[in-house]
């Protein structure tokens, strides 16, 4: 570059370098107007003859501004009485701009081709574009409310146009129609059997509900409306396992081949699933299933504390007739226990205290029995009845007993002795003992029936 002079500023011979090629020549004045009116920037890269690179317009310019102080510095040289000999200056042969890329021109019969075949490419992609965009409707059908329609396009999205099938039940309010309906683009034939999940269907009986149905998935839906029960006689809102088989599939019209034009459908589908058979949806179910799951409880709890008063009552039943007998016994013993010569004086009282005392109690007492396992059958409780027919037999039996030990002090003619007394006494012990061995084991066998029932 030692050849190159920089102090010339009107020369014409900058070259300003462009991605396509190259602009000039201009002096430096005309570039630094350029770079003045925002034409250029300082960054912009120009090239003069004697110089073996390009370099930036600012490197340049700072030069162009050292020029004055390079020029005194020749004219000392120039007044020095001896100046030494300076090294030739070597020569520099003329070159030219750097060659750059040049923008290639078309010929006309590109351009033209172009003309067409940008058209198609638009017109393709444009189609293609069109088919890819989410597309899922499904018409409202007849028994479909205006609810169920919309839950149906809110909880279903095109997912692809090759998704698989995987099925949303929706139910209309009676519960007559059954809709399976998936985002897939399958036509397919469908067979579907239903079971009901055990404690898991909206009612308060303990029942179980299965039934078998079948029909055509077409246009995202399965129409469900004919019902082969097997147990039971409809559907009972609730939860449901599902057994579903579709056959025989099919791309369900003509953008699901044509997006899927190196692909076929699966032929079979087989799954099962837990679906739940309600018109107001899963959430509205969930609520409902856990408010009568807890109604369920404490139903149960209700009936478990009436079961236990229950067995309670009844234990307490015989041990007052327990209690009787023994009263019964004792007031024998002691009439007889008195002086031989006043038996049948004594007789008529005894007799009178037994009927106002016991007789009318065992009377009362198998009443209200009666009474209370009445009250118990018309609250479903009629499996009680047998426990009714066991106190009232066994009230009975120790009145009867009762009173023919009564007769046969009456019937008594002659004047009885100690010893006869004593006779008496051992026979009453031993009607009255086999009584109470006869209600202890229907105590023990009331104690073993409530362990079994609870």
């Given at each position: 570059m030692s050849n190159f002079e920089w102090t010339d500023k009107d020369s014409v011979k900058w070259f300003i370098l462009m991605p396509g090629g190259h602009e000039g020549p201009y002096s430096l004045e005309k570039l630094m107007t350029l770079l003045e009116r925002k034409k250029i920037s300082h960054e912009v890269k120009i090239w003069a003859e004697g110089l073996t690179e390009a370099i930036s317009l600012k490197?340049?310019?700072e030069r162009s501004y050292e020029l004055p102080q390079v020029e005194k510095e020749i004219e000392k040289i120039e007044q020095t009485e001896t100046i030494d000999e300076l090294p030739p200056i070597p020569e520099v042969e003329e070159t030219s701009p750097p060659d750059l890329p040049v923008e290639k021109k078309l010929r006309p019969f590109q351009v033209s081709g172009l003309k067409f075949l940008i058209p198609f490419i638009v017109l393709i992609g444009g189609t293609f574009l069109f088919l890819r965009k989410d597309?899922?409707?499904i018409p409202r059908l007849s028994k479909m409310s205006l609810e169920i329609?919309?839950?149906?396009?809110?909880?279903n999205e095109f997912e692809g146009w090759s998704k698989n099938i995987f099925f949303r039940e929706y139910l209309p309010l009676d519960h007559s129609h059954i809709w399976l309906v998936t985002s897939g683009y399958q036509k397919c034939e469908v067979e579907a059997s239903f079971t009901s999940i055990i404690d898991k269907l909206l009612t308060f009986k303990e029942e179980k509900i299965s039934f078998k149905t079948k029909g055509s998935l077409s246009?995202?839906?399965?129409?469900?409306?004919?019902?082969?029960?097997?147990?039971?006689?409809?559907?009972?809102?609730?939860?449901?396992?599902?057994?579903?088989k579709a056959t025989a599939c099919t791309w369900d019209g003509v953008k699901p081949k044509v997006m899927n034009f190196f692909k076929e459908p699966e032929k079979e589908y087989i799954g099962r699933i837990k679906v739940i058979l309600f018109s107001k949806g899963a959430i509205q179910y969930n609520l409902?299933?856990?408010?009568?799951?807890r109604k369920k409880v404490e139903l149960k709890e209700r009936a478990k504390s009436q079961e236990t008063l229950f067995w309670q009552d009844l234990t307490q039943k015989f041990q007052t007739l327990e209690a009787i007998s023994l009263q019964i016994e004792q007031h024998l013993l002691d009439f007889l226990e008195r002086e031989p010569k006043s038996f049948k004086r004594n007789t008529k009282t005894m007799v009178e205290g037994y009927s106002k005392k016991f007789g009318s109690f065992l009377t009362s007492f198998v009443?209200?029995?009666?009474?209370?396992?009445?009250?118990?059958?018309e609250k479903g409780s009629s499996r009680k009845r047998n426990y009714e027919l066991m106190v009232r037999l066994t009230s009975?039996?120790?009145?009867?007993?009762s009173m023919k030990l009564i007769e046969e002090f009456l019937s008594v003619k002659k004047t009885l002795s100690r010893k006869d007394l004593t006779t008496f006494s051992r026979k009453v012990r031993k009607k009255f003992s086999d009584l109470k061995i006869e209600i202890s084991e229907k105590l023990i066998q009331i104690s073993k029936d409530q362990e079994i029932r609870e």
């Open positions: 490197i340049v310019l597309q899922f409707s329609h919309e839950r149906i396009l809110k909880e246009g995202h839906v399965v129409e469900l409306s004919s019902f082969d029960f097997i147990q039971g006689n409809k559907i009972v809102p609730g939860l449901y396992e599902m057994d579903i409902a299933i856990e408010n009568l799951l009443v209200e029995n009666k009474n209370y396992f009445k009250n118990l059958d009975k039996k120790i009145g009867l007993e």
